[in-house]
């Protein structure tokens, strides 16, 4: 039953997306219909999956040998991921129907579009429900082939310059995340996640530089789709992409799948106690905290308003990655924080620049003077994004922050203590590119002309604002009553769940 | 629970947001506006009172913000003291715009922000733990911003930007301390008991504000952090110290006060800042506690920047030829005289500072808005070009020379009282060198200030005015601007004649702490 249902939810968005291809809708709404029904479906089938609770793991396909084998589990972790992309996936396929229509170039292929996009979906719960590291392997290099086509979506040369970037980038990361499978086949009890590590014990005392090589090589690669520097360039210019597909999933499901991928394998395979303390943690500590920093002050030079927030997630990811790598159950707490957290925060930030792209035709910072009087919503919503990712108290970024911190200091590790600074130079830094977008919307100057901007500047219709008005929600209320998301995070880091 | 505590500052907030978002056309015109506003300072302000007089309780704990840490309100004396002035400032400066904002655009605006940043600023006048300040310290300055920008000059938007990202500089830095403490946080085993019958969790630590300090300083010297301990209260200082314009970070506020409109530079310049000082004190003296600093580097630096930034101010004020930049500068000056005496960390300073903060607050807004009245009055806004004025505003310029004499420092006004009290405590401290520095210092800064402040006075009254026509036109500001000037003139005064019951509470205040 269990396993059926899982099928299913990884399985739904594939066949939903492949029977699209073959009705011939009469009215495009009913076709926005009946996408968003199957979507909807699927998230509240993964609803009903994740609420059953924690699952052994399930074997689907026996390979050679005991370890080689197709599994599927539900656990803490994957909960949180999958509970994540489920509940954002309904709403940004809402979002995506007007930025569909206004896509004016023409040659958005919107069936082909909507089958990949939906299938990442399906693509995404796997790596969440993933049971060891080969079924996550696969996924994730699957998820790269489903994600390629929604980057060339539009055939434009930039777009296949940036898909083809895409492409390498990812293919390379995952070569190297497999030296680290093939190792853990050789060196690890099983493939399984199963919090502690699976390495054994005459390994971790006999090939301890090698495993520390190897882990360091399997982070990195891992690292790519999390846009860890210096494997980050492929971010930004696939920033060409439509919104909804930078906001979801270079902003969420894609590169969270990195992210999820480096827990597991931190947390999952070679385990925290044998990496702490190790020079692989200090290295990989400090291509992180780099990250942090590099990501925003790449962020302030950029003036093109999506790559400035590819880049602000580029930082954030790595925030993800530092709390990976304080090695603690709480530092694991702040990185799920993040992780959650974030999403809801940069893709309500993508949101609003993707109606600032469909309404008024501003791709640039410089573009947007004044524009906060003709769209106030969805500047709004925008400030308040800004303020959650500078982490204001009472908006949801000060809670990770905080426990990303408080996990920093009580790790006691000196680099650790160096990362909180990191952080908050790169907390000054989100506010100055975010807040100057901000400034330059509300008060573009007292010589401005107002009469200069578009009479159909307006806010977008409801399934725009609908998404956008519940991440505001989110926000506030996470900022504000954060304990009982962030005592489940707790209990998944303790291994409790 | 006393949740009338969260009426001052809840209602303003509320009040300015829902004026915020109304429509122009709600009002008839600008009599309707002006009623409305007016009549929501004062409930506001009389809400204020209300908790200032104690009569609302004094603790309340709302809900967990992280961790076990909750937003937490406590009413002590120190905030008594900080809120009394933000109100009467408030209300002073409130007045004095009703007729100067009518030469300004957006004035819905303005006072939606003004009162927002009111009920912010009794947040964090009643904040009672390091957390509650740290978030109403951001509000604040989030609040303030658009009256800096107000008139959308791309002047004002640039010393807006520049408030604002030396601001948040500044909180971040703080940030870094307060994760660092939160693990020396006290833990209560009952913190009911704690609370005075409060009801809380049963085990909790929230950073609390207990005078003397509430935070478990043994267990840092104990597990070996007090370098770091020591470089994150640094850290906390310097950002704090941030609003209280302290050097290095004093740049923002000689660009971002005067841009804003008269009435709005008062508030910032008398109240806001004082954000920046009470912060300062709630992290040394009622969390870290000042036993564990003194005769570190930390005081000794920290003297150090307040001297060089009170002399800098002065100077630089000295030099400045436009009058509201002018008074900028004395702010920078005069708030570091206040770090200062905080710095020396005995009681005869900390009064000087704590009755500092008193006096220069309402000075200080009394100077902006003598100010404000001038350019309202003649558009002028350089010190000389107000030569021969007095003549035809004596209760004006009478009114700026008896704030002007407070500043200095000169009988029977109230400043020496505060300055007295900042020398003696500063040649107790018995800090090698800077015991007798830092008097030497406030006497050099009194002198230049007597430089700054006075030429415009003698002027003013005794010089030839620079067009003897356009004099004829100008007469006394209307009342509504007047009276303000000369309530706070008045108030230094008075302050200075009978500073008895003052100078008992903050004694009290101070006596609390040992």
Aim: net charge positive; aromatic share 14%; proline share 4%.
């Amino acid at each position: 039953m269990i396993l059926g249902l899982m099928l299913t939810v990884i399985l739904l968005p594939f066949a939903g997306g492949g029977l699209l291809q073959l009705i011939k809708f009469k009215e495009k709404r009913s076709k926005q219909c009946f996408i968003f029904a199957y979507v909807l479906a699927n998230t509240l089938l993964t609803y009903i999956l994740l609420a059953q609770g924690p699952t052994d793991i399930i074997r689907i396909i026996n390979f050679a040998g005991a370890k080689l084998n197709f599994s599927l589990k539900i656990d803490g972790m994957g909960i949180v991921f999958g509970g994540l992309v489920a509940t954002l996936w309904p709403l940004a396929t809402l979002y995506s129907f007007p930025y569909m229509e206004h896509e004016h170039n023409g040659r958005v292929h919107e069936n082909i579009f909507y089958l990949f996009y939906t299938a990442t979906y399906g693509v995404t719960l796997g790596i969440a429900m993933s049971g060891n590291m080969l079924t996550m392997y696969c996924f994730y290099e699957l998820l790269t082939l489903v994600t390629v086509p929604l980057v060339m979506n539009t055939l434009t040369h930039e777009a296949v310059l940036a898909s083809r970037k895409y492409f390498y980038y990812s293919l390379g990361g995952a070569a190297f995340a497999f030296i680290g499978l093939i190792f853990l086949i050789v060196y690890g009890d099983s493939l399984s996640f199963i919090f502690g590590g699976v390495l054994t014990p005459d390994a971790m005392r006999d090939k301890k530089d090698l495993l520390l090589f190897i882990y360091v090589l399997a982070f990195m690669g891992f690292g790519v789709k999390a846009a860890v520097c210096p494997f980050n360039s492929w971010l930004p210019q696939a920033g060409v992409a439509p919104t909804p597909v930078t906001a979801l999933l270079h902003a969420v499901a894609v590169v969270k799948s990195g992210a999820f991928a480096i827990m597991r394998l931190t947390y999952y395979s070679f385990g925290v106690d044998f990496l702490r303390g190790t020079w692989a943690q200090y290295l990989l500590l400090c291509i992180v905290i780099f990250t942090i920093v590099y990501g925003c002050s790449m962020a302030v030079k950029e003036t093109h308003i999506k790559r400035r927030l590819a880049f602000s997630t580029i930082s954030n990811l790595s925030y993800i990655l530092f709390g990976v790598l304080i090695m603690t159950p709480l530092g694991l707490v702040g990185a799920l924080c993040h992780m959650v957290f974030h999403g809801v925060m940069k893709i309500c930030s993508f949101f609003c620049a993707g109606a600032m792209i469909t309404q008024a035709h501003a791709n640039f910072v410089h573009e947007i003077d004044g524009m906060a009087r003709r769209m106030p919503k969805i500047f709004g919503i925008y400030t308040v994004s800004a303020l959650a990712l500078m982490g204001v108290p009472g908006l949801c970024g000060f809670v990770s922050k905080w426990h990303l911190a408080k996990a920093a200091f009580q790790s006691g590790n000196p680099l650790a203590v160096v990362g909180v600074g990191g952080l908050l130079v790169s907390a000054l830094l989100t506010a100055i590119y975010m807040l100057s977008i901000v400034i330059r919307a509300y008060f573009p100057g007292d010589q401005f002309d107002y009469g200069k901007l578009h009479d159909d500047i307006h806010d977008p219709d409801w399934r725009m604002l609908l998404p956008l008005f519940l991440f505001v929600g989110a926000m506030f209320v996470i900022g504000v009553h954060s304990a009982p998301l962030v005592d489940f995070f707790t209990s998944v880091a303790g291994g409790m769940l | 629970m006393n949740y009338m505590i969260l009426l001052p500052v809840v209602l303003p907030v509320i009040v300015g947001f829902a004026l915020l978002f109304l429509h122009e056309g709600v009002f008839r015109d600008r009599r309707g506006l002006l009623k409305v506003t007016g009549v929501s300072f004062a409930v506001s302000a009389a809400l204020a009172l209300y908790v200032i007089s104690g009569a609302a309780g004094d603790r309340l704990i709302l809900f967990r913000l992280v961790d076990d840490i909750p937003v937490y309100f406590a009413v002590d004396d120190l905030g008594r003291l900080f809120a009394g002035v933000v109100v009467a400032v408030f209300l002073l400066a409130g007045f004095f715009s009703f007729v100067y904002m009518s030469h300004e655009k957006n004035e819905k605006r303005y006072y939606s922000f003004y009162l927002i940043t009111f009920g912010v600023l009794m947040g964090l006048c009643f904040a009672g733990n390091l957390v509650t300040l740290y978030l109403f310290y951001e509000f604040m300055t989030l609040a303030s911003m658009p009256l800096v920008i107000h008139n959308g000059s791309k002047e004002a938007v640039m010393a807006a930007l520049k408030y604002l990202f030396y601001s948040f500089c500044g909180a971040y830095m703080a940030l870094f301390g307060i994760y660092f403490l939160y693990r020396y946080a006290i833990v209560f085993e009952n913190p009911g008991d704690a609370l005075n019958g409060t009801h809380y969790y049963e085990i909790a630590h929230m950073m609390g504000f207990v005078p003397g300090g509430s935070l478990d300083m043994a267990a840092v010297v104990e597990s070996g952090n007090a370098t770091l301990c020591l470089v994150a209260v640094f850290l906390m200082l310097v950002g704090f110290g941030v609003k209280a314009g302290c050097f290095p970070l004093q740049a923002w506020l000689p660009t971002a006060h005067p841009v804003a409109p008269a009435p709005a530079s008062a508030f910032l310049s008398g109240i806001i800042v004082k954000g920046g000082i009470l912060a300062i004190i709630r992290t040394v003296y009622y969390c870290v506690g000042v036993d564990f600093l003194r005769g570190t580097w930390v005081q000794t630096v920290w003297c150090i920047l307040a001297v060089i930034t009170l002399l800098m101010g002065s100077s630089l004020a000295f030099k400045e030829k436009i009058l509201k930049k002018r008074l900028a500068y004395s702010t920078v000056s005069n708030l570091s005289y206040i770090l200062l005496g905080l710095s020396m960390m005995n009681a005869a300073a900390f009064t000087g500072s704590l009755l500092h903060v008193v006096f220069h607050a309402l000075i200080k807004s009394g100077l902006f808005l003598f100010a404000g009245a001038l350019i309202f009055g003649t558009g002028r806004v350089k010190v000389k070009e107000f030569a021969g004025l007095g003549k035809k505003m004596p209760v004006l310029f009478w009114s700026y020379t008896i704030c002007s004499l407070g500043l200095i420092g000169i009988p029977p006004t109230s400043g020496v009282i505060s300055k007295w009290y900042l020398a003696e405590g500063c040649l107790e401290s018995g800090i090698a060198g800077l015991s007798w520095i830092g008097p030497v210092a406030l006497l050099a800064s009194a002198l230049l200030t007597a430089g700054y402040l006075l030429p415009l006075a003698v002027n003013g009254f005794l010089k030839a005015p620079l067009d003897e026509e356009a004099l004829d036109k100008y007469r006394e500001p209307a009342p509504c601007m007047l009276v303000p000037v000369v309530v706070l003139a008045a108030a230094t005064l008075l302050l200075g004649v009978f500073p008895t019951p003052l100078m008992e509470f903050v004694g009290g205040i101070a006596a609390a702490l040992k």
